[in-house]
């Protein structure tokens, strides 16, 4: 679908739709200004007419954000319609609005909502009609989760930049702001105007298998800054920004999508550790904060989830750290939060601890009816769910979604994947690569003296939509930069085979370049290095997620770290192997010793650098 060349609607023109006119808002062919003038917004006033005028089943739509299969809200793939049917009963999106009237839709690669950018935004065209074709229509908030680095759903040609961690290596509180910035402008354009990021969990907890990377790093004043930074660049762009996961996700060897963590930190600890970027993004205005579903009992000694907890949502959040802003849950269909109520209690007791946006559960049908059910015997009042669908609507009318809902082709064109945009994002990464280990000043690499190169190691699934694999990515940079390559891929798990095939190329080449990807002491990885390291070779390794790689292979005479094996950051350190760029970045979380975890090996601000030729 194609946006057609008609007058910009009006505020207006939204509201009367709202009020039962049928919507026949047109597709604008102007790209929308990321800040609406205030005085087009509807007032508080406006706001709460909107809401008395509503159903009680529209209103229980509102508080729901939805994933839904397919390209199109009307016209999806085959199998996408029947993955619908089976787990959400309706077979497009347009079905969905329609049976449930959702307030909000959120879009994942793995659903096939973002194949590219001009599909997206036809796909977000959509949504916004049919929305708005019904009685009392009102426009869809769209989020994503786009946090960069390990976890983004729009992939190429959208600018992909380097993640938190690597963010935090870079230690730029501008270049928060500009990553949150320009991504910001490019989901607008989509139609994208709720982003889940930035985490704003401290990574204390080196074994963390779910946050890891995705957070900026342990110490919480530079999380803080960093988070605060990238909340205001992305709502100087007009799309809502999601601080999460509260009350702090950090600490814990427990994925929450798979189980139940419970977080020991004393009340004083919470309060100087987890806390502090939340409260930072409150300062910063933060739009809307996202709960975990984890046990704190120093905060909660109940046993619940912090996304059922009225003590953490309501004492804490809102009364005691002063926030009014939109709460949203993790998604409900995370075992996490599934563990000690079913699936009919969730969305209830999630609503009764003060969440405002219930967030992908497992099974609409049940939850909508649940939350339904509560209403109408007495559990919650409408006046509670009222309270949460203002707070939607003023999110909406401050987004600009109630005087425009729409985006362009132009304004994809004009603002997606820029020249400009790809240049700040490579800019950002080689201000992240961290040198840990250069002994004898092995790097870098020199076209002269080493101009055959092997690169080799670990190729996992690629992120974000990015080329990948990243032996082919590292490899294609070097080569650009003058070196003569060869690439083997020996995956996560190499076999015994394979690591004696990379000990054979090594033999024919100047220099070996292993990634590495979460490295164990009994993992084939670390045989594989060992091994490629005793045939003399000189030999750089990097680290292509987690930094704490490092402390397993002492032997290795060149580390480097880059947090995230995207192609941004792959390139950015394949420049400072090649001597194209001096490595800058400095350790956001500190490197314990294998041998003895309680003692550094590398501090929090440590990294090398060299001059470049």
């Known amino acids: 679908m194609r946006p057609s060349r008609s007058p910009r609607p009006t505020r207006r023109t939204v509201l009367a739709a709202t009020a039962g006119t ?17 005085t087009d917004r509807p007032d508080e ?47 497009t999106a347009a079905e969905l609005i329609a049976k449930y009237r959702v307030g909000g839709i959120i879009y994942f690669t793995w659903a096939h909502n973002t194949r590219d950018p001009h599909q997206i935004a036809a796909l977000s065209n959509g949504i916004q009609k049919v929305s708005l074709d019904q009685p009392r229509g009102l426009p869809v908030l769209i989020s994503t989760d786009q946090e960069y ?12 930049f380097p993640g938190a961690m690597a963010l935090g290596a870079g ?31 401290v990574n204390v907890n080196p074994a963390n298998p779910v946050i890891g990377v995705r957070s900026f790093g342990a110490d919480p004043d530079a999380v803080a800054g960093l988070v605060a930074a990238e909340v205001k660049g992305y709502q100087s762009a007009g799309v809502a920004a999601t601080s999460k996961h509260f009350p702090g996700h950090g600490d814990t060897a427990v994925d929450s999508h798979y189980g139940f963590p419970v977080i020991t930190h004393s009340r004083e600890l919470w309060s100087t550790l987890d806390a502090v970027p939340f409260r930072a993004a409150i300062r910063a205005g933060v739009d809307s904060i996202m709960t975990a579903h984890i046990m704190v009992p120093a905060l909660d000694p109940s046993g619940d989830p912090a996304t059922l907890s009225h003590p953490i949502l309501t004492g804490i959040l809102r009364e005691e750290l002063g926030y009014d802003g939109l709460v949203v849950t993790d998604s409900l269909g995370m075992e996490g939060v599934r563990t000690k109520y079913g699936d009919d209690r969730v969305p209830v007791l999630a609503l009764k601890a003060g969440v405002d946006q219930l967030l992908n559960p497992p099974s609409i049908e049940v939850a909508w009816n649940a939350v339904l059910s509560a209403v109408h015997g007495g559990e919650l009042t409408e006046a509670r769910l009222d309270e949460s669908v203002l707070r939607v609507l003023r999110l909406k009318a401050k987004l600009g979604l109630l005087e425009n809902p729409y985006v362009t082709d132009a304004g994809v064109d004009h603002t997606v994947g820029t020249a400009t945009h790809r240049r700040t994002a490579d800019r950002i990464a080689e201000r992240t690569t961290t040198l840990l280990v250069n002994e004898e000043h092995l790097l870098p690499l020199s076209r002269r003296r080493t101009p055959r190169v092997l690169v080799v190691g ?22 650009e930069l003058g070196f003569t390559t060869t690439t083997l891929s020996t995956g996560t798990a190499p076999s015994a085979e394979g690591i004696d095939q990379a000990v054979a190329a090594a033999a024919g080449v100047d220099a070996v370049v292993v990634g590495t990807y979460n490295v164990t002491a009994t993992g084939s990885q670390k045989t594989l290095v060992e091994r490629l390291v005793a045939t003399g070779v000189p030999l750089a390794a990097i680290a292509i997620r987690n930094p704490y790689d490092v402390a397993q292979l002492p032997d290795v005479r060149a580390y480097l770290a880059t947090y995230s094996w995207t192609d941004v950051e792959l390139r950015a350190a ?11 970045g400095k ?9 003895d975890p309680t003692k550094v090996l590398y501090p929090i601000g440590y990294g090398l650098t060299y001059q470049v030729r």
């Open 22 to 38: 049928t919507a026949a808002l047109a597709l604008s062919t102007t790209p929308v200004r990321a800040a609406e003038d205030a």
């Open 149 to 160: 680095g390990a976890v983004a759903r729009v992939g190429k040609p959208a600018t992909l």
């Open 587 to 595: 350790l956001p979380v500190a490197v314990d010793r294998a041998d």
């Open 574 to 584: 394949a420049r400072v192997i090649g001597g194209a760029a001096r490595p800058r």
């Open 171 to 201: 230690g730029s509180r501008e270049d928060a702001r500009a990553v949150g910035r320009i991504g910001g402008a490019e989901l607008r354009a989509l139609g994208i105007r709720q982003d889940y990021s930035p985490v704003a969990d």
């Open 45 to 91: 006033s406006s706001l709460r007419s909107l809401v008395s005028r509503m159903t009680l089943e529209e209103k229980v739509g509102q508080l729901f954000v939805m994933r839904v299969y397919g390209h199109s809200a009307t016209a999806p793939d085959q199998a996408d319609i029947d993955t619908n049917l089976e787990e959400l009963g309706v077979r």
């Open 458 to 479: 670990a190729d996992p699934a690629s992120p974000s939509g990015t080329d990948g694999p990243p032996t082919t990515v590292l490899a294609t940079a070097l080569t």
